[in-house]
């Protein structure tokens, strides 16, 4: 029993000791976020990619930064600023929140982006590569917003629309047209907030990896009207996202942009719930669409089990030889820290591309989960690829 | 003393007594702000034009509303979510934020605006008049982010450009152009989001009141690059603005847009510190302007003196005839319940324009202060009078 005893105090001892000394071992070289609001000091990162954050809360009992799934302490200085810092975290864009007392909010220091289901806080950890999606000294295209009344769905929607450097330069020069869509909990303004389309674009274009094309970025969540019965119900509304894409916002696009209006000149791409979306509306509409890109998702999500060629989406990858004659070019993306199902689901969908004889391009990206550094990749290596 | 102590009960009783029956007066008809994320109940506004904020917060000890100068404490129940009502608001859109145990943070409830120097939440108080800023169902221009680099400023800057519903489908025609500048401690993203400046025109031009126009809005803050000396002195920049927009911004947009590039088709307006600016450039380029607005700011700001038109702004209000030919519209105007100075300020401008005999136009917003009500209100007056 004393025996058992000294082991476990040698083991608390060297607890204490590896938590002190993990603290002792945070570097103090960090800098202001790259994505802070202007002039303001907090959130910071270093070279160990750890965030500190600060808040002043000189009444508060407790305050946490909130990221990535863990909440972390923060301290009270002697003039009721808190600061505290969080593990080393994977280089890119994270969501995360401050907590103040148990109220989740957003940090006063950083920018807002709409994810997670409401717009907060976002943080940018300097990522290796992050060349490819940088604010360059290259010719810039444009991000437009426009405002649409759908009549499918009875409401006003938004789009962005990004044209390519040259757009308003030539007026007669007309351009293919990537559908671009964001995941579950995100909105239109994602891919060019958080996910940086426009400067991953302008930078390929630039470079010339890139064939100069219009991106559209819609909102996926789309629904049927409820009449007052169902809403009273609470009834989950019919998602009409795929017909209000193909009868309401392609010939919206294709009237007031100059447009290539064909097969051959339209693509269509999504991340995570995105890519299952897309992944339906290009197989039921393979005379719209000629080129696919699936970014941590495809449309048996969330299953892992083997798949059926002859029932899977109504056996629309049964013939192998049609679907490759059919599509130019079938992407799928992946980070190689992506949690459960998605590995496992994405393989089970590539071994059915396999047994069918499916041509695809399969990327992963290295040492990134479900997250925006994975979708920015992704887009950079799947846009060199398009309208080529 | 006794009768003295007993009118001061009395008066005590009185008081807490009006305090009481204040907060029964309160009408239970709040619904969620208009400019609330999506999905979010709170805040709310009721009939009243009170603000209801409402925050979970279980281990606070104190959380307030803070808006409009005033902090209003908010009560905790059971479940630990905070709820506090304001006292009736004017009409029209306010910055706001919460206190949490002494920490300013945004309202996770709230859509985000950038202003007041920081970027945090709004609040849309019902107007009488809000049809004119309302989304309808009329044709609708595009609200377009335009990167650049600045070699003046030695640094990227945005500006957003409005193009009026027809732009894309003729492309022919050309438009005249408006410079529109916001206020201190605001930017760029000002009067597309809580101006709405973009819905003002949608809804004027489809009613005919205004000529089709491109708009222009740019951040009124740009400084020379500072040296290494000057920036360890922590010395003020040189403001810029002036040759940024002269030099570089006007002619980027008349070579990516199809502007009418002369001075009878470019107007020019701001509000407060973006109306004292404006009406400096103006002055400084009567050949590159022939429209001015001034919104709730002129350039003798935050002067009440009378002014010498001999020597205010180098005599350019010297020769008033000569004014009234160049300036084919000179346009002021002022929230009824604005502040000191600017009643007296620009009462004081007023008054030298009379003395010089130099036309003007003279609006006033009714039951608004130096907020964006008034200034909606005064784009709109001002938008119906351009290019006619």
Chains 1, 2 share one sequence.
Request: contains cysteine; hydrophobic residues 35%; aromatic residues 12%.
């Amino acid at each position: 029993m004393k025996r058992f005893l000294n082991i476990t105090l040698l083991i608390s001892c060297f607890c204490f000791e590896a938590g002190w000394s993990q603290e002792t071992q945070i570097v103090e070289d960090f800098k202001p976020s790259t994505i802070n609001q202007a002039d303001k000091q907090f959130p910071q990162v270093n070279s160990q990619r750890r965030v500190r954050a600060s808040i002043a809360a000189p009444n508060a009992n407790k305050v946490q930064l909130d990221l990535g799934g863990v909440k972390y302490d923060m301290r009270k200085d002697e003039n009721g600023v808190w600061t505290g810092e969080s593990n080393p975290q994977d280089e890119g864009f994270h969501y995360y929140q401050l907590n103040i007392d148990g109220a989740s909010v957003p940090d006063p220091g950083s920018l807002y982006f709409y994810g997670a289901g409401r717009s907060g806080s976002g943080i940018e950890i300097p990522a290796r590569d992050q060349e490819f999606f940088a604010l360059k000294e290259v010719p810039h295209g444009l991000v437009s917003e426009n405002i649409y009344f759908s009549k499918l769905t009875n409401s006003f929607r938004h789009c962005f629309i990004y044209t390519p450097p040259g757009y308003t330069d030539n007026e007669k020069t007309r351009y293919p047209v990537l559908y671009l869509q964001h995941g579950s909990f995100e909105d239109e303004s994602g891919w060019s907030a958080q996910g940086r389309a426009n400067l991953i674009l302008d930078n390929l274009i630039a470079s010339k990896q890139a064939t100069p094309m219009i991106i559209v970025m819609d909102n996926g969540y789309a629904y049927k009207p409820q009449n007052k019965e169902s809403a009273a119900k609470k009834e989950r509304p019919e998602s009409i996202f795929e017909e209000v894409l193909i009868t309401e916002i392609i010939p919206m696009i294709d009237s007031k942009f100059r447009t290539l209006a064909n097969r051959e000149h339209r693509a269509i791409a999504g991340l995570s719930m995105g890519a299952n979306q897309t992944m339906r509306i290009m197989m039921n509409h393979v005379d719209t669409f000629s080129y696919y890109g699936g970014f941590s998702g495809t449309a048996n999500y969330p299953s892992v089990d083997p798949i059926d060629a002859s029932t899977f989406l109504e056996g629309k990858y049964k013939d192998g030889k049609a679907v490759n004659k059919k599509i130019k070019l079938f992407w799928l993306g992946l980070g190689t820290k992506e949690p459960s199902p998605f590995p496992k689901s994405i393989g089970a969908f590539k071994t059915m591309l396999d047994q069918q004889g499916i041509k695809y391009v399969y990327y992963e990206s290295p040492e990134t989960a479900h997250e925006w550094l994975t979708w920015r990749r992704c887009l950079y290596q799947f846009a060199s690829k398009l309208f080529k």
